[in-house]
């Protein structure tokens, strides 16, 4: 593909800081490998509340539907927080996208660079060798089922009085879990051949349903890989207890959300985490990370995360393993002559060397 249409979401917070530096790193990786970057930009999350009233505005899903992939930055910020269910959120606009581009596939990809292995919480010895893929079911379960919340309803209060009652419904059908159970069998089969599944088959009905189809993909189609079943307080444990011996990791969409952010603490530098989004058709990537409102606009913000989830792009969405192997090579090289962004920082960092956004960008570029 010469002329790749990218659609940019650069959203709230820190996001059009971060993915001015993706879209840098982008341009040059094509310059060196022959590619060329066509760019739409289109509002998502809380600005595209505050300029439209909604989080997703039917001209992003436009501009997404007609690109080569998707590139997102983050969303979200305490001007948009509320509880009011009828007021627009701007992870509305997220879950939507997900939703109506079809990305039932989450990959979260949770490796430590050598560099950082310090900045775990974990010992040394346990973060060793950490290497694993979450495959996390992005478009069904609780975050997309059926729910509602009744005011002053009769019976609902303490003693029978007048109260408030609500519910979430955790729904899956049959062909979502064998599509995303071919997805992480898929990918266990260019890694280390592992499988492990995380449900809570003792108590939930979806779980059991999960567990059953998942055993059956396996058997049928991929049974030279290893699969082991894991119920989700067991695997939030051993995820800690023995982070190296997971490969992929196989969920629905509400534990993957949870287990993610805690895989991502493994190493402990979640700035550092890309995620892709994949369905039938076009792709989205994103940092691991939210919108940082904190340090949002400062340009101390850590863009390597977005980098890294351009390096997902290229080798998903174009098939350029090239490519992506450059800007990884980049970025570790960086790390190893000791450049951090504040974020990333310890004791042992010489002043000279704590970078800001663009700084931070750019040496990936020289090393590119
Ligand atoms: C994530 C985020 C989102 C999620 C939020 C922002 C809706 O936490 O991508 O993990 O829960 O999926
Ligand atoms: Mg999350």
């Given at each position: 593909?010469?002329n790749?249409?990218?659609?940019?979401?650069?959203g709230?917070?820190i996001?059009?800081?971060?993915?001015?530096?993706?879209?840098?790193?982008?341009?040059?990786?094509?310059?060196?490998?022959?590619?060329?970057?066509?760019?739409?930009?289109?509002?998502?999350?809380?600005?595209?509340?505050?300029?439209?009233?909604?989080?997703?505005?039917?001209?992003?899903?436009?501009?997404?539907?007609?690109?080569d992939?998707?590139?997102?930055?983050?969303?979200?910020?305490?001007?948009?927080?509320?509880?009011?269910?009828?007021?627009?959120?701007?992870?509305?606009?997220?879950?939507?996208?997900r939703?109506?581009?079809?990305?039932?596939t989450?990959?979260?990809?949770?490796?430590?660079?050598?560099?950082?292995?310090?900045?775990?919480?974990?010992?040394?010895?346990?973060?060793?060798?950490?290497?694993?893929?979450?495959v996390?079911?992005?478009?069904?379960?609780?975050?997309?089922?059926?729910?509602?919340?009744?005011?002053?309803?009769?019976?609902?209060?303490?003693?029978?009085?007048?109260?408030?009652?609500?519910?979430?419904?955790?729904?899956?059908?049959?062909?979502?879990?064998e599509r995303?159970?071919r997805?992480?069998?898929?990918?266990?089969?260019?890694?280390?051949?592992?499988?492990?599944?995380?449900?809570?088959?003792?108590?939930?009905?979806?779980?059991?349903?999960?567990?059953?189809?998942?055993?059956?993909?396996?058997?049928?189609?991929?049974?030279?890989?290893?699969?082991?079943?894991?119920?989700?307080?067991n695997?939030?444990?051993?995820l800690?207890?023995?982070?190296a011996?997971?490969?992929?990791?196989?969920?629905?969409?509400?534990?993957?959300?949870?287990?993610?952010?805690?895989?991502?603490?493994?190493?402990?530098?979640?700035?550092m985490l890309?995620?892709?989004?994949?369905?039938?058709?076009?792709?989205?990537?994103?940092?691991s990370h939210?919108?940082?409102?904190?340090?949002?606009?400062?340009?101390?913000?850590?863009?390597?995360a977005?980098?890294?989830?351009?390096?997902?792009m290229?080798?998903?969405?174009?098939?350029?393993?090239?490519?992506?192997?450059?800007?990884?090579?980049?970025?570790?090289?960086?790390?190893?002559?000791?450049?951090?962004?504040?974020?990333?920082?310890?004791?042992?960092?010489?002043?000279d060397?704590?970078?800001g956004?663009?700084?931070?960008?750019?040496?990936?570029v020289?090393?590119?």
């Amino acid at each position: 593909m010469a002329n790749c249409k990218i659609c940019l979401l650069p959203g709230d917070g820190i996001g059009p800081e971060i993915i001015a530096e993706g879209c840098k790193v982008l341009d040059a990786v094509g310059a060196k490998r022959g590619m060329t970057f066509a760019y739409t930009e289109a509002l998502i999350g809380g600005c595209a509340i505050d300029a439209c009233g909604t989080a997703l505005p039917q001209e992003t899903l436009d501009a997404a539907n007609v690109s080569d992939a998707v590139l997102l930055a983050a969303v979200g910020g305490p001007k948009w927080d509320t509880t009011d269910p009828d007021a627009p959120r701007p992870e509305q606009g997220l879950l939507g996208i997900r939703k109506a581009l079809g990305l039932y596939t989450n990959l979260r990809p949770v490796q430590i660079f050598s560099a950082l292995a310090d900045a775990s919480t974990l010992k040394p010895e346990i973060v060793d060798g950490v290497d694993m893929m979450i495959v996390r079911e992005l478009t069904g379960g609780l975050y997309f089922g059926k729910r509602e919340r009744f005011y002053n309803e009769e019976g609902a209060g303490t003693n029978g009085a007048a109260g408030q009652r609500a519910y979430d419904t955790l729904e899956y059908r049959e062909y979502e879990i064998e599509r995303i159970a071919r997805q992480a069998f898929e990918a266990a089969r260019k890694r280390r051949n592992k499988v492990t599944s995380v449900d809570k088959a003792n108590v939930l009905e979806t779980s059991r349903m999960w567990r059953e189809i998942v055993h059956r993909v396996h058997d049928e189609e991929y049974p030279e890989a290893e699969l082991e079943d894991l119920l989700v307080d067991n695997a939030a444990m051993q995820l800690i207890n023995r982070p190296a011996d997971f490969d992929v990791v196989m969920t629905e969409n509400m534990f993957g959300d949870i287990l993610s952010d805690e895989a991502a603490q493994i190493t402990g530098s979640l700035g550092m985490l890309a995620s892709a989004s994949l369905g039938d058709g076009v792709a989205l990537y994103e940092p691991s990370h939210g919108s940082a409102p904190d340090i949002a606009g400062r340009g101390v913000a850590n863009p390597l995360a977005q980098i890294l989830s351009v390096e997902m792009m290229l080798r998903y969405s174009f098939n350029r393993g090239d490519a992506a192997d450059d800007i990884r090579r980049a970025v570790t090289a960086v790390l190893d002559e000791g450049w951090r962004t504040g974020d990333i920082k310890d004791a042992d960092t010489p002043a000279d060397h704590v970078v800001g956004t663009a700084k931070m960008g750019d040496l990936v570029v020289e090393r590119l």
